[in-house]
């Protein structure tokens, strides 16, 4: 008897592990599917070097010239998801006799350091949209948020007065074609695109309050 139960315990043992293989069987190879069909669907690692022109637009003109780069990772044919980093040259339009009518209404501002050409580093997540297919000319959209940070610590002369931020918030959505430049390997490709650039900032002019800075632009870049 004892001898009867000692089997069948062993037996389910036996049987529970080969379940359990057979489950781990299953998961590894549905895992290994998934990567397979990910890696024919055009998946892994992607980057970006990128120049950018950007006009500013309203009432706070700061125009850019900017170098970044994007590296992330291609979840598939048609989404992009990574991060960038860039170097911005930026100068704004300054009004003539810029702070002749301050007066002594904060003697404070006299004693800082301004400019109105300066060098920005914008921070941000990158998400771009392929519409089409690799391998042939198509469209993309394509979205940056982050934040940019002055790199100095003089105030950005602006019209008739001044940005008082270190940092800034940074959002920059494009459109644009995406043209694959080689046939044996379609994911290097140059696109071309139009942006619009929103920062935020601290503004004054006998006031204190909010400025945003808005640009129109053209973008180029290398994608592999």
């Given at each position: 008897m004892k001898l009867t139960k000692l089997l069948i315990t062993g037996a389910l043992g036996l049987t529970g592990v080969l379940s359990a293989n057979a489950q781990i069987g299953e998961i590894v190879n549905g895992l290994t599917n998934v990567a397979m069909t990910a890696a024919r669907g055009g998946a892994g690692y992607k980057g970006y070097l990128e120049a950018d022109f950007t006009g500013g637009v309203g009432n706070y003109r700061t125009n850019f010239v900017t170098l970044a780069t994007s590296q992330g990772y291609q979840l598939n044919n048609w989404f992009y998801m990574g991060a960038g980093i860039g170097v911005d040259f930026l100068w704004s339009k300054v009004n003539k006799g810029w702070?002749?009518?301050?007066?002594?209404?904060?003697?404070?501002?006299?004693?800082?350091?301004?400019?109105?050409?300066?060098?920005?580093?914008?921070?941000?997540?990158?998400?771009?949209?392929?519409?089409?297919?690799?391998?042939?000319?198509?469209?993309?959209?394509?979205?940056?948020?982050?934040?940019?940070?002055?790199?100095?610590?003089?105030?950005?002369?602006?019209?008739?007065?001044?940005?008082?931020?270190?940092?800034?918030?940074?959002?920059?959505?494009?459109v644009g074609v995406r043209v694959p430049i080689n046939t044996t390997n379609p994911r290097q490709a140059i696109d071309i695109g139009?942006?619009?650039?929103?920062?935020?900032?601290?503004?004054?002019?006998?006031w204190q309050y909010n400025a945003t800075i808005n640009g129109l632009g053209i973008n180029i870049s290398y994608e592999w």
């Open positions: 702070g002749d009518s301050w007066g002594p209404t904060d003697p404070s501002w006299s004693s800082h350091e301004y400019t109105s050409s300066a060098v920005m580093i914008p921070v941000f997540t990158d998400f771009r949209f392929i519409l089409g297919r690799q391998t042939s000319t198509s469209f993309f959209i394509n979205m940056r948020v982050g934040a940019a940070f002055l790199c100095s610590d003089s105030y950005v002369k602006v019209r008739d007065g001044y940005l008082s931020n270190r940092s800034y918030f940074y959002l920059q959505p494009a139009l942006h619009y650039r929103l920062m935020t900032s601290d503004y004054w002019n006998n």
